[in-house]
């Protein structure tokens, strides 16, 4: 058995999850008063996406408070990481992920689709995650064992169990392109009842609570996706790469109810 299953019996995860919530607080603090803001301040990164001063004053507050309060635990972090990304494998590591926004080109331009993602993973697999979306006036929130949960209460995924029915969200046709899987989405998208790209974080919270039942793309970083997990799961769904490969370290994102995954993985993967 895996040691992450030792460690969720073991270790009850409430003050953990308590702790991330009110990280979110001090995340959303930052962002929501630099949002829109006249005087924001963006460069581009090596690898030519955006960051604000937003991104880097959340993250930098978030590391300060689990250095100071959670200081045997690692931290990966897309603007400041210290870590390699690699999953963690030796038993009880304890590794904090964090996107402090996701969805920077949306806060760039004033659209209010962004969130910051705030995830525990325990050897390797993500236990906890929080996604805090101040702008839309939502959060999301699940921990292992926990349940997932929502301001408006607990989250349960969809019970469409046939692709014909299906409702799914891809967030970027350029993505699969790039990806070598723009025929695979289009046939894709001849099989599902509809589709949207409602794009970064949202997809896969609005499977969490039922109203979409598959969400992926391609070309992602684990602190896009370490969040996330938990919160589809906990809500009684699948969270994998598009390949089907479980966890946040291969570089793409499949999420659904769990009917369709099968079926959907079959005909996106390579």
Known sequence: MPAVGRYARRVDLRADLDF??????????????????????????????????????????????????????AFLGEETTADTGAAAVSEGHRQWVVDPIDGTANYLRGVPVWATLIALA?????????VSAPALGKRWWAAEGLGAHSFDGPLRVSGVDDLADASLSYNSIQQWDEDG??????????????????????????????????????????????????????????????????????????????????????????
């Not at 325990?122 to 929080?130: K, S, T």
């Open 20 to 73: 991330a919530r009110s990280l979110a607080d001090t995340a959303d603090a930052i962002s929501l008063e630099r949002f829109r803001a006249a005087d924001l301040h963006v460069s581009r990164k090596a690898d030519s996406t955006h960051v604000t001063d937003a991104d880097q004053a959340v993250e930098r507050a978030l590391r300060e408070r689990l250095a100071a309060e959670r200081p045997d635990d």
């Open 122 to 130: 325990v050897d390797g697999r993500p236990v906890l995650g929080v």
């Open 181 to 270: 899987r723009l025929d695979a989405l289009v046939a894709l998208s001849r099989t599902v009842w509809r589709t949207r790209a409602y794009g970064d974080m949202w997809s896969y919270m609005m499977v969490a609570e039922g109203v979409l039942d598959v969400a992926g793309e391609p070309d992602l970083k684990p602190w896009d996706i370490a969040a996330l997990v938990p919160i589809v799961e906990e809500a009684g769904g699948r969270f994998t790469s598009l390949d089907g490969e479980p966890g946040p370290w291969h570089g793409s994102a499949l999420a659904s109810n769990g009917l369709v995954h099968d079926a959907v993985v079959q005909r996106i993967r390579r």
